[in-house]
C-alpha cells in the first residue's frame, strides 16, 4: 500500500437530505396530526421529493414541522436539514441543532451522526469536538456504522497506544455495520500494525470486503498489497481488476499503481494511459511518472521536452522526486536550457522536501563545484544525512567520499563498509563502488574473482557503472581475458544509458581505433560530454586533444582551462598536464613556480610520474 494514508477513511461531509423514496403518494395533509405523525413525515417526503405531486418544499418543511412537534424522530432530522442549509426555508443553523438533536434523543442514528458533524464544523456557534464525539457513539450505539467509522477515523491518527486500541474496536463495528471506508481503513491499521496486531491477511481481507462493497479506496489498497506482494503473495491479475475498479471510479493514486504494474507487465504504451489519468487527477508522482516514460522514450516515442514539463508541473506542486528529475534534465540540458546554477536549486527544493535523492544530487554538485561553490564537507554531510535516513544510494556516495579523503578523513575500510550495507540492500551502485576496492585491495582484501562477480552484478541489475567497470576490467585484462571488443560493447552500454564514465572510456577506445575505427572527433565529443557532466578525466582527455588539435581546433588555453577544471575536481593527471603547459608556457604564461606546485600536487594524487619532476617530492 506504500506510504499513502488511505483517503478511504475520509468520511464525505453529507447531510442525509433523502432517503431512497419509496414511490408513495403524498398523504392529505388532514392525515397529519399529532396522532399519526408517521403521515407528516410520508407527506412531507413526498412533497420534498414531488413523487405523485408538485414539489413543494415549503409545504414539505411545514409537514416535517408538524411531525416534529410529536418529537417524531425522521420529521425532526429533516427539517433539521432544511434548515441547515435553508432549503424550503430560512437557513438557521441553530434551529437545525435542536431538530437534529430531537431526533438523535427520539432513537434516529443519523441524526447524531449529522448533529456531530454541525457541532464538530462549528456550524452556527464555536466548535466542540468532545461533544460532538459524544453524539457520534451514540449514533454508534445506535447501529450507525458512519457514526462508529467517524470517531475510529479520528482516533487512528494517534500516538497513544489506547486511543489506537479504541480506534480499531470502533472500526470493527463500523465495518460489521457494512460501512465499507472502516473496513479499508481497518485493513490499513492490520497492515501498519497499529493499535492490532501486524496482519497482512487480515488486511488483504478487509480491503476485499471494502472492495466487494464499491469502495473505490479499499479496491486501491486491495490492488496495491496484491500488486506488490505486502505480506502476501503477489497476484498480478486481482490486482489489476481491483486497481481498474478504483481508477475507473477517478481515485487518481489507483490510476498510477495500475500504470505502474502495466509499464512492468506490457511496457510503457499500455502504462502511459493510466499515468496520464492519474496526473490529471492530482497525483503528482503519476506526472513524475508519464514525464520519465517521454524522458527515456519507454514505449512512447522520447520527448525530453514534454518530459520536463511534466516534471515541472509536479516539481510546482510538491513533489520533490519531480524536482529532482527537473533538476537532472537542466543539469544535462535535455528537454530545457542547461543551467546548472537552476539544477542545483531543484535538487536543495528536493532536499528540502525531504526526497533523499535531492540530496544526494546536490551533494554530488557540491564536491564537483558545478553550479554551486564547491565544498566536499557539505557534500559529506548531505550525503550522510541520506545514508541516516535509509537511502542506501546515499550509502554508497559517503561510501565513495570516505574512499577518497574528500571532505572527510580518507578512510577505506569504512568505505567498504558502507558499499557492503548498501550492496546487501539491493543498490548496485553499492555493487559497483565495493567491487573497485577488491580489485584495488583498498579496505578489503584483494580479490578479482569477487571484484569481477559484483561488477557483472551491478552491470546485470542495470548499474551501468558496474558495466563501465566491467568494461575496464576487460579493456586491462584485470580478473578476466583483455578484451578491447568486450570492452567497447559494455562502454556503448554504459554511456548510451547515461553513465559518462562509461563515455569518457568508450572515447579512449574511438580515439585509438581500439575495436573499433578510430575517429577522434567522435572522442571529443564523447570526452566533451563527460567533461560536461563532471567527470574529471574526460575534461583531462578533452583538453589534450585541445593542446594538440585532434578532432577538435588547436586551442592550447582552452586545454589549459579543462585541465584546470579536472585539476581542482581532484585529477591528479590533468594537474601534470596543466604543470607541463606553465613549464613550457604553452596556452599560458610561463610560470616555472607553479609548474612545481602542480606537478607537487599530481604526484600527492598518485600519478606517479609527476614524482619524477624537479622538487615534486
Known sequence: ?????????????????????????????????????????????????????????????????????????????????????????????????????????????????????????????????????????????????????????????????????????????????????????????????????????????????????????????????????????????????????????????????????????????????????????????????????????????????????????????????????????????????????AAARLFRDACQRHERLGCIHLGRMHDDGRGVARDPAEAVRLFRRACDEGDLYGCANLGWMLERGRGVPADAARAAELYGRACDGGDLLGCANLGALHEDGRGVTRDLTRAIALYTRACDGDELYGCTLLGLAHRHGTGVAQDDRRALELFTRACDGGDLRGCNALGYLRERGLATAADVGAAARLYQRACDGGVAPGCTSLGALYVRGEGVTRAPAQGAVLFRQACDAGHALACSNLGALYESGTGVARDARLATELFRRACAGGYAAACERPGAR
Open 1 to 341: 500500500m506504500g506510504e499513502r494514508y488511505p483517503s478511504s477513511v475520509r468520511v464525505a461531509v453529507l447531510f442525509l437530505l433523502l432517503l431512497v423514496p419509496s414511490l408513495v403518494r403524498a398523504q392529505a395533509p388532514d392525515a397529519c396530526s399529532p396522532e399519526d405523525p408517521d403521515a407528516c413525515a410520508t407527506a412531507g417526503r413526498a412533497y420534498e421529493e414531488g413523487t405523485g405531486v408538485a414539489r413543494d418544499l415549503a409545504r414539505a418543511a411545514d409537514l416535517y414541522r408538524r411531525g416534529c412537534a410529536s418529537r417524531h424522530a425522521e420529521s425532526c432530522r429533516r427539517l433539521g436539514a432544511m434548515q441547515l442549509l435553508g432549503v424550503g426555508v430560512p437557513q438557521d443553523p441553530a434551529q437545525a441543532r435542536v431538530q437534529f438533536q430531537t431526533a438523535c434523543e427520539a432513537g434516529d442514528a443519523q441524526a447524531c451522526f449529522d448533529l456531530g458533524r454541525i457541532i464538530e464544523r462549528g456550524i452556527g456557534r464555536e466548535a466542540d469536538f468532545t461533544r460532538a464525539r459524544g453524539f457520534y457513539e451514540r449514533g454508534c450505539r445506535q447501529g450507525h456504522g458512519a457514526s462508529c467509522t467517524h470517531v475510529g477515523r479520528m482516533l487512528s491518527g494517534s500516538s497513544g497506544a489506547r486511543e489506537l486500541r479504541e480506534s480499531a474496536a470502533l472500526l470493527e463495528m463500523g465495518c460489521a455495520l457494512n460501512d465499507a471506508p472502516a473496513c479499508t481503513l481497518l485493513g490499513w491499521m492490520h497492515a501498519e500494525g497499529r493499535g492490532v496486531a501486524r496482519d497482512a491477511a487480515r488486511a488483504l481481507e478487509l480491503y476485499e470486503l471494502a472492495c466487494d462493497q464499491d469502495d473505490a479506496a479499499g479496491c486501491e489498497q486491495l490492488g496495491a498489497m496484491l500488486r506488490e506482494g505486502q505480506g502476501v503473495p503477489a497476484d498480478p491479475r486481482r490486482a489489476e481488476r481491483s486497481l481498474r475498479r478504483a481508477c475507473d471510479a477517478e481515485r487518481a493514486p489507483a490510476c498510477n499503481d495500475l500504470g505502474l504494474l502495466l509499464e512492468e507487465a506490457r511496457g510503457g504504451a499500455q502504462a502511459a494511459p493510466f499515468f496520464e489519468r492519474a496526473c490529471e487527477g492530482g497525483e503528482l508522482v503519476g506526472c513524475v511518472n508519464l514525464g520519465r516514460l517521454h524522458d527515456e522514450g519507454a514505449g512512447i516515442p522520447a520527448d525530453p521536452t514534454r518530459a520536463a514539463a511534466l516534471y515541472d508541473r509536479a516539481c510546482r506542486g510538491g513533489d520533490g522526486l519531480g524536482c529532482v528529475s527537473l533538476g537532472l534534465l537542466r543539469e544535462e540540458g535535455r528537454g530545457a536550457t542547461r543551467d546548472l546554477e
